[in-house]
């Protein structure tokens, strides 16, 4: 594999500023951002690190080539012109996925046959061999045409970024770690304020602040697709891990809270902090929102409450955004962030945000509202 690859962090739409600035902070400077894509230029080790420290992502894809194809004669042969057979072994997995918008090959099952045969082709010139058992390890194709321009990519991740692996229990509308990381970053919250998710359900929102706070990879508990292959040295992801482990502020002292007024709900986010290995350093406790309050003057709310998307919720959650304002206005010097999808929550609320952001919770359109309090005193 040449020393220069092209890599690309998928993002959810709206997310795209806040992983652009993760890529970056992890000392990779040619970056372009894309609707829904972070593309940048890195070495070798820079899928191990991507894959371990990004925490708003989807999943990252090492670009093999993109061209413009607007036949699929075109789609073939400049698909067969890439290296294929320096990345994919002889025994590897390979099966080809797409999607097609506004391009001339509309039909995606014909594109990705078409790939497939080219890959193929290509793989029998490397390897001199006319059939490929495929049982070996996964190397998952993408052919995406975006205005007739094709880009070849394969993903990196396996089991999507959100994945951390502390949840493995669930409750109705959980919010994916990749958007609660988000919003914690789109705040004004830094370790040493306090936070308090007033709706925590099972946990995630505390349970990725306090990764965060302790700068404690997402990744570093999982594994991932490509550290199989052998094009990647088993040395850079044991640097890498190694490096999660050095950077990690296991012993910083964080004041990190939820609440919730059902109990088998938090009895489901103790047990997610004590699989993120973080429980003695998240506060859970059963509370009504009506009786939310802090000795602390200064900190941050940032909650992902329900939106009344189902028959027969409305109702109660129009009372609860009433309750939400009446309470939360109480609190002058502490800053809000709560993400719904309800289009009258401002409102309810009972005040106009100081900002708005749309964001994506799932296919779910919402609006991140943001109500700065004054910065606290040095």
């Known amino acids: 594999m040449v020393q220069k690859i092209q890599l690309i962090a998928t993002a959810t739409f709206g997310l795209e500023a806040v992983v652009a600035r993760e890529v970056k902070k992890l000392g990779y400077e040619d970056v372009q951002v894309e609707n829904g894509k972070i593309e940048f230029t890195a070495d070798e080790s820079a899928i191990c690190r991507s894959n371990l420290w990004l925490r708003s992502a989807d999943r990252v894809l090492l670009k093999v080539g993109e061209f413009k194809a607007l036949t699929f004669d075109e789609l073939f042969e400049k698909t067969k012109f890439l290296s294929w057979g320096d990345i994919i072994p002889e025994d590897a997995v390979f099966p080809v996925n797409g999607k097609s918008i506004n391009s001339k090959l509309f039909s995606v099952p014909d594109c990705q046959a078409i790939v497939k045969k080219a890959i193929v082709e290509k ?20 052919v995406a045409l975006l205005k007739d321009i094709a880009t070849l990519t394969i993903d990196t991740t396996g089991a999507g970024l959100h ?6 229990l669930s409750n109705q509308a959980p919010i994916k770690e990749t958007l609660a990381a988000a ?4 705040s004004y919250w830094n370790p040493d304020r306090v936070l308090i998710d007033p709706l925590c359900g099972s946990g995630t929102i505390p349970i990725e602040a306090v990764l965060i706070g302790k700068n404690i990879a997402p990744g570093m508990n999982r594994n991932f697709v490509s550290e199989d292959w052998g094009i990647i040295p088993k040395e850079l992801w044991r640097n890498a891990r190694k490096e999660t482990h050095d950077l990690a502020e296991y012993n910083r002292p964080l004041r990190v809270y939820g609440s919730d007024i059902d109990g088998e709900v938090l009895s489901i986010a ?12 998240v506060y859970f406790q059963k509370l009504d929102v009506a009786d ?18 189902r ?4 109702e109660e959650v129009e009372e609860l955004y009433k309750t939400m304002g009446r309470v939360f206005n109480q609190m002058e010097t502490w800053s809000k962030y709560i993400i719904t999808s309800y289009k009258g929550f401002e409102q309810l609320y009972g005040k106009k945000a100081d900002r708005r952001r749309k964001l994506y919770n799932g ?7 943001q109500y700065h309090g004054p910065r606290p005193p040095l």
């Open 123 to 142: 793989m029998k010139q490397r390897y001199k061999k006319e059939w490929f058992a495929e049982t070996g390890v996964m190397y998952s194709v993408e």
């Open 363 to 369: 296919r779910i359109e919402c609006q991140y509202y």
């Open 163 to 168: 994945k951390r692996g502390y949840r493995t």
């Open 292 to 309: 939310l309050r802090s000795r602390f003057e200064y900190g941050c709310i940032i909650t992902n409450p329900p939106y009344g998307e």
């Open 270 to 281: 103790r047990y997610h902090a004590g699989e993120a290995m973080v429980d003695e350093d």
């Open 183 to 186: 919003l914690i970053e789109l």
């Open 311 to 314: 028959i027969g919720e409305r």
